[in-house]
């Protein structure tokens, strides 16, 4: 799938996954490792999930989108790291300078693990909370446990343009069409709608499917091993008991 990306199509992805304020030339791509490009990948997973919604204020539809694109970024980097050995990005670099961003990215690597790898240690949010978050704050699982299972979450939910597809609002030229043409701001339903592709009625309806067909995060939990159903059946009237206290105050999650 990704045999003829291309050196522009390589280093866009990477812009997506890392900041802007690192420096993505080809000594930091040659010297990318698994790791870093995991744990830059959970990182945008979670700011880009459609869940974060009220939290991020925008919308959820555009997020959807977002998430797609740092997914795909994920997939093309991730082929690039695993071949990168038999064929490095063109312009190599001098061993001086890779080790040196080698150096770099281990310590950033070791920042973030320490950042993103830990427990709560305050005491529970005055204000509503979905039951990943709940057994965050309650100290059951770390940060990076939470993000994993919203990261598993999302890959179980169909894509808005699958959908569309499937359900022949779209053709598969129309979804190449509009995600190659749409700005990465844009939202994809938003785009296709004020484009002509979907009417408002089918953007609604696709979304709804969306979100019917994500599984509950809870199960993440149980596959894991984290908690049982009797367990997470407990937590749960806890978080129910929890948000009562705050029904009438807007969730700033």
């Not at 990306?5 to 698994?34: E, G, H, V």
């Not at 695993?82 to 690597?109: D, I, Q, W």
């Not at 039951?131 to 939910?157: E, M, N």
């Not at 990465?184 to 499917?209: C, E, K, V």
């Amino acid at each position: 799938m990704f045999l003829n990306q291309s050196k522009l199509d390589i280093l866009s992805a990477y812009s997506i996954l890392f900041d802007s304020s690192i420096d993505f030339s080809t000594t930091y791509l040659n010297a990318l490792q698994p790791d870093e490009l995991k744990t830059a990948f959970r990182k945008k997973a979670l700011a880009t999930h459609p869940d974060r919604s009220t939290t991020l204020g925008l919308a959820e539809s555009e997020l959807q989108v977002r998430f797609q694109e740092v997914s795909k970024a994920y997939e093309v980097l991730k082929f690039y790291v695993t071949k990168k050995k038999e064929k490095p990005l063109a312009n190599p670099v001098n061993r001086a300078g890779v080790r040196k961003a080698e150096n770099f990215a281990r310590k950033k690597n070791c920042e973030r693990k320490w950042k993103e790898d830990h427990f709560f240690q305050g005491k529970l949010p005055d204000r509503r909370l979905k039951i990943g978050q709940f057994l965050y704050y309650s100290k059951i699982i770390s940060w990076q446990t939470l993000i994993d299972a919203i990261v598993w979450q999302k890959k179980q939910r169909p894509l808005f343009g699958q959908i569309a597809k499937d359900w022949g609002y779209l053709t598969s030229e129309d979804v190449v069409r509009i995600i190659s043409q749409k700005s990465y701001q844009d939202r994809f339903g938003d785009y296709a709608l004020r484009n002509g592709y979907l009417t408002s009625f089918q953007q609604m309806a696709i979304a709804g499917r969306q979100r019917i067909c994500q599984p509950l995060i809870g199960s993440h939990f149980i596959r894991k091993g984290i908690v049982t159903e009797f367990q997470l059946k407990t937590l749960s009237e806890q978080v129910q008991s929890h948000n009562m206290k705050y029904w009438n105050l807007r969730d700033q999650r």
